[in-house]
């Protein structure tokens, strides 16, 4: 084999592991996270505490993600939207794919041990377990609620980073989980809405598939207006300011908005750009609260 094929095989292999960690749910993990990483200080975070709880957090996130790709290889061959991934591809075994996601994991929680502290390794322990263990094996395959259940794993990174700063889990960091909890599931049955036929041919109890399309608009309905109840928290409870609520309010009325017009008339273009929405209203909800930290000079 020559140096530019043996190159090429290296870089295939290396895109085929970073594809397991799916980065971008982890982008977004990530990305609440450190939010409360600043949140849980009046000043700036210190360098080691960013670094390392980032890349401990990021780290033990891809190792869950990666478990969920090997757990679920033979699913993912029958989706449409995950056929593309390495293990259904054959690009790799499934003994790597747990190699990898015990040394990836592994490193990420020594990580959070010898540079942040024990409690937020600990609760990182928690998390990878609720997702790849609780949500990915028991519940998926179990209930059409596992997203609602299982949306609790999900919704732990800003309590993460507010661990890695304070050593301890607040109320405020309580509060940050809470709205992540309520906003997976709509966020998610928007997307199974227009993949229902790929849950049901998966042989996986999605709410659209057992309940109906009709239903699961309703509950996403339903979900956006408790959700939006839930981003004025940290306004009342006096965690932020003026401009976190302005945002928050126009965020909720626009996720409300989409989901009233979907439980109308379904359509799948209005079910993708609900989808899509949803994801750009918790990074900016979340890009809120860090600027009205730093910025908002009147406080409730």
């Known amino acids: 084999m020559t140096t530019h094929a043996l190159s090429a095989s290296f870089s295939q292999r290396v895109r085929a592991f970073y594809a397991l960690t799916k980065p971008r749910v982890v982008s977004l993990i990530v990305f609440t996270a450190v939010i409360g990483m600043f949140l849980a200080t009046p000043g700036m975070v210190p360098l080691q505490t960013l670094l390392a709880g980032t890349l401990g957090i990021a780290f033990v996130a891809g190792a869950a993600a990666a478990v969920n790709c090997l757990v679920e290889q033979k699913i993912?061959?029958?989706?449409?939207?995950?056929r593309w991934r390495p293990l259904p591809r054959g690009e790799l075994t499934a003994l790597q794919t747990l190699v990898f996601a015990g040394a990836l994991g592994g490193l990420g929680l020594w990580i959070l041990f010898h540079f942040v502290n024990a409690l937020t390794m600990w609760l990182t322990v928690a998390t990878f377990i609720g997702y790849a263990i609780v949500y990915t094996v028991v519940l998926k395959p179990a209930t059409p609620q596992n997203i609602v259940i299982g949306g609790a794993s999900g919704a732990m990174p800003p309590v993460l980073g507010w661990a890695a700063m304070r050593g301890e889990v607040g109320p405020e960091a309580l509060m940050l989980c809470l709205i992540i909890f309520l906003w997976t599931p709509p966020h998610f049955w928007a997307l199974a809405l227009y993949r229902a036929e790929d849950y049901a041919r998966a042989g996986l109890?999605?709410?659209p598939v057992t309940h109906g399309n009709d239903f699961t608009r309703l509950q996403i309905?339903?979900?956006?207006?408790?959700?939006?109840?839930?981003?004025?928290?940290?306004?009342v409870y006096g965690m932020s300011g003026w401009i976190y609520l302005a945002a928050a309010l126009a965020l909720g009325a626009g996720f409300c908005g989409h989901a009233f017009a979907l439980w109308r008339r379904y359509s799948e273009p209005l079910a993708r750009r609900t989808?899509?929405?949803?994801?750009?209203?918790?990074s900016l909800l979340?890009?809120?609260l860090l600027v009205d930290h730093y910025l908002d000079p009147i406080a409730p």
């Open 221 to 235: 309905l339903l979900y956006t207006f408790v959700l939006l109840a839930a981003t004025l928290l940290p306004f």
């Open 205 to 207: 109890p999605m709410l």
């Open 275 to 282: 989808f899509r929405f949803s994801i750009w209203h918790l």
């Open 286 to 288: 979340f890009a809120a």
């Open 76 to 82: 993912d061959a029958v989706m449409r939207r995950t």
